[in-house]
């Protein structure tokens, strides 16, 4: 069973960057699509980010050119570079980890992130 442990969270004031990570526990890291989500109250869950094995990114476009994914398949880890950010980005953030062998989909506790002055 894999387990996703996500950091990088907190308080940040608006113009300022955080990098969450996410740290994979398994063997399958390099058969997994991960994606970086966000929730936050009276809003649906939202894409923000996700990378494929090969290393190809999609984000969303309230994100696109201020967020970067990355991933180290060597360490099993995927991160999220956030800058320039915005009060609207203020969310709990979660890592997703789907395996292209079989569809099967896990998820991380999620790390919180505030931005306000």
């Known amino acids: 069973q894999e387990q996703l442990a996500e950091s990088g969270g907190g308080l940040v004031q608006p113009g300022g960057s955080l990098r969450l990570s996410c740290a994979a526990s398994?063997?399958?890291?390099?058969?997994?699509?991960v994606g970086w989500y966000r929730h936050s109250p009276g809003k649906q869950r939202e894409l923000v980010a996700a990378?494929?094995?090969?290393?190809?990114?999609n984000y969303a476009a309230s994100v696109k050119s201020r967020f970067t994914i990355s991933r180290d398949n060597i360490n099993k880890m995927v991160y999220l570079q956030m800058n320039s950010l915005k009060p609207e980005d203020t969310a709990v953030y979660y890592c997703?980890?789907?395996?292209?062998?079989?569809?099967?989909?896990?998820w991380g506790q999620g790390t919180q992130v505030i931005v306000s002055s």
């Open positions: 997703n980890a789907r395996d292209l062998r079989d569809s099967s989909a896990y």
């Open positions: 398994g063997s399958a890291f390099r058969f997994y699509v």
């Open positions: 990378i494929t094995v090969s290393k190809i990114t």
